[in-house]
């Protein structure tokens, strides 16, 4: 959906109101007392009330819209900027498009919407061939005082750095090759399908193997390299290949995961100065959401609607 389009859609802030009041009603409300999804609508008071138990609940309560003072409108258009654009928005550009007061509403709006389009991407895994690999994330961090020694601590270099996050990156792919506009130079092997990214402590066996059991098919083919840790995958899913990249083409054997990898810490260097590790899971859910559904099109926007008002948490 075009800029233009969006606003000639939702003009003003009833329009955005009325269209998330049907949306919700579409997708049901449910009790939080008693579960019960039959409802009425008071109009004189704005309220749902409920057939059963008869409580009575707002238009926000129980989606993602909960206990916020912000206006509608204000959602709406940072669901649509968050969806529509390739890359994404930082929360200060937000507010200054907004015109709002305050940072701190936005910059907790948009990190609201993005643990939408997490809680999203969770009830989906991989399947079929799916490549696995690990990338190191860039993140804030200040050294401390050592407690015993009283001294500064050292930053260590490398993939063991104080200022790396540990990312589990998986991309799923079809055999089926494609070329790009310059097939000379440029052809990959296999057709990307979905991705799915995950901040975790350590690269520990046991740890990649609790995140690919709840990421991945246990019918799927994975691919990894020849890291130690991948060692323990067979116990979990139905192949695993390894590759020995010191030798064998990692252009060719792993490519979607090193694309992922690379094209998501550029988008976080060009728009955010630095990521709290406490938050680069939602930034990595968002770039894994708009990849997901980079087909959908006009309906991105109305897909995340539905998410913000069908949630399974509150």
């Known amino acids: 959906m075009k800029i233009l389009e969006f606003f000639q859609k939702y003009p003003t802030e009833d329009s955005c109101r009325l ?45 993602l819209l909960e206990n916020s003072k912000l206006p509608y409108q204000y959602w709406f258009i940072a669901i649509h900027l968050m969806t529509s654009t390739k890359k994404t928005i930082s929360a ?64 260590k270099r490398g993939k063991g750095s104080q200022k790396k996050a540990k ?13 790009t ?40 083919i994975v691919h990894t390299d020849a890291y ?17 990249l010191k030798y064998d083409d990692s252009d060719k054997v792993l490519p979607w995961v090193h694309k992922a990898i690379t094209n998501s810490k550029n988008l976080l260097k060009a728009i955010h100065h630095c990521v709290s590790t406490d938050y680069l899971q939602n930034y990595l859910d968002e770039f894994s959401y708009k990849h997901n559904r980079r087909y959908f099109g006009e309906r991105v926007f109305d897909r995340a609607l539905i998410a913000a008002v069908s949630l399974t948490w509150y």
Request: hydrophobic share 30%.
């Open 19 to 63: 269209s998330f009041k049907q949306t919700r009603e579409k997708e049901g409300v449910t009790c939080k007392t008693c579960g019960c999804q039959e409802h009425y609508w008071l109009n004189s008071k704005a309220l749902y009330e409920c057939k059963k138990c008869h409580r009575r609940m707002s238009l926000k309560s129980g989606t």
């Open 181 to 220: 506009f310059n097939h000379k130079k440029y052809e990959t092997p296999r057709k990307l399908k979905y991705i799915k990214m995950k901040v975790v402590e350590d690269l520990t066996a046991n740890t990649i193997n609790k995140e690919v059991k709840k990421a991945i098919d246990e019918t799927s």
């Open 228 to 244: 130690r840790s991948y060692n323990k995958l067979p116990e979990i899913i139905q192949k695993h290949c390894k590759y020995n």
């Open 167 to 179: 990312v589990l990156v998986m991309a799923s792919f079809t055999k089926e090759p494609i070329k």
């Open 92 to 155: 200060l550009e937000m507010q200054r498009q907004l015109g709002h007061k305050f940072y701190e509403p936005i910059w907790a709006m948009m990190h609201k919407i993005r643990r939408v389009f997490s809680e999203r991407d969770e009830r989906y895994q991989l399947d079929g061939e799916v490549e696995v690999d690990e990338g190191f994330y860039s993140i804030a961090f200040s050294l401390g005082m050592n407690e015993f020694t009283g001294e500064r601590e050292v930053l």
